[in-house]
């Protein structure tokens, strides 16, 4: 159960970093699930009409071994600490990420962020066209990222609260023109952890996948949680950032409402 001090840090960070969510004997069926889809099927998934590329991992995207991580884990628990009990939906689909070294001299460029759902014509919604679908990242690491450059889930902390201030003044509809720029708050954070850490993060965060300058190539597992009535409050979530977060209401207070 998380402590009033970890609400509040996700609170105003927008992310949540726990050690240890998920035990090492599944960590470890995962990531043989994961090397064997890596080293046998390779790349696939590619929808042309929906502008997807091919990635790897597309064939465990809904593996049992996988999903567990999340469903069979604290990690429910956590997100249901967060957004109320019984209102975090069952994880369905999760995504491993294999990011691979850059070649052996090359330097790793500094990182550059995003909010998920905004369109480009190449990331499988139209230009123009903007969507909400989930209400929390939840990356798992399936092995020890001990440094930056490492391929690390990167955000931008506070930057959930710079983007609800950003649709208040100007709209939501303002992503329809494409990923806004506002000024962020603080530097990137490229997070480090072991396997089995989770990474729990809100939505509006701005985050990227970090370019991986280690000699290893870094896995982790992304699901997107969903609360119970995501869809039904759709877009009204860019301008109330924690509608869809019952169990932090009890420490919000005038220096992190945004």
């Given at each position: ?42 790349m696939g998934g590619e929808n042309l009409e929906n502008n997807r590329s091919a990635f790897f ?202």
């Amino acid at each position: 159960m998380l402590t009033n001090l970890q609400k509040r840090r996700f609170v105003e960070e927008g992310y949540l970093q726990v050690s240890g969510a998920v035990p090492q004997i599944m960590i470890d069926a995962a990531r043989r699930v994961v090397n064997h889809s890596i080293g046998t099927v390779g790349m696939g998934g590619e929808n042309l009409e929906n502008n997807r590329s091919a990635f790897f991992c597309y064939d465990i995207l809904d593996s049992p071994t996988i999903l567990a991580m999340y469903n069979d884990t604290p990690v429910m628990q956590i997100a249901e600490d967060l957004m109320g009990k019984g209102n975090v939906e069952p994880v369905l689909r999760a995504k491993t990420y294999p990011r691979f070294p850059l070649p052996l001299g090359e330097d790793a460029p500094e990182p550059r962020g995003h909010i998920d759902g905004v369109g480009n014509g190449l990331n499988g919604t139209a230009k123009g066209d903007y969507k909400r679908g989930f209400s929390a990242f939840a990356v798992i690491y399936l092995m020890d990222v001990p440094e930056p450059y490492s391929g690390n889930f990167t955000v931008w902390p506070k930057s959930h609260r710079t983007f609800a201030a950003h649709f208040k003044r100007e709209g939501h509809e303002v992503l329809g023109q494409g990923k806004p720029h506002p000024e962020m708050p603080e530097p990137p954070v490229m997070v480090t952890g072991k396997a089995g850490d989770l990474i729990i993060a809100h939505h509006a965060m701005y985050h990227t996948g970090g370019t991986n300058a280690s000699p290893n190539v870094r896995l982790a597992t992304i699901a997107r949680l969903q609360h119970k009535d995501c869809s039904e409050i759709g877009k009204d979530a860019y301008l109330d950032i924690w509608r869809e977060w019952p169990g932090v209401h009890d420490v919000l207070d005038e220096s992190v409402v945004a």
